[in-house]
């Protein structure tokens, strides 16, 4: 299996409303065919944009996460 190229995130640097909703918009775009998003946190803005455009979540505290990326480890191996 080919590894992705990872992609920039610029939620986090948004300075603005406007801002959010294009870096989100942007990162949509970027995920292509993907309608799953797996993150510790997804904030207001965020959470809705993800959610009208059919995206499926799953919220994860950090050791959750921590795990996700073991277990791509194991299955990249």
Same mark, same amino acid.
């Given at each position: ?5 990872p992609f920039?995130? @610029? /939620?986090?640097? %948004?300075? +603005?409303? $406007?801002? *959010?909703?294009? $870096? *989100? %918009?942007?990162?949509? @775009? !970027?995920l292509?065919d *993907? &309608?799953? /998003? /797996? $993150? +510790?946190?997804i904030?207001?803005? $965020?959470f809705?944009i #993800?959610? %009208? +455009?059919? #995206?499926?979540? +799953?919220?994860w505290? @950090? ?6 990326? !073991?277990s791509k &480890?194991?299955?990249l191996?």
């Amino acid at each position: 299996m080919e590894n992705p190229e990872p992609f920039e995130n @610029k /939620v986090c640097n %948004a300075n +603005s409303i $406007a801002d *959010v909703r294009i $870096a *989100v %918009a942007d990162t949509i @775009k !970027q995920l292509d065919d *993907v &309608k799953i /998003v /797996v $993150a +510790s946190e997804i904030p207001g803005i $965020a959470f809705g944009i #993800f959610e %009208a +455009s059919s #995206f499926e979540y +799953s919220l994860w505290k @950090k050791i959750g996460l921590m795990l996700l990326i !073991q277990s791509k &480890k194991k299955c990249l191996r």
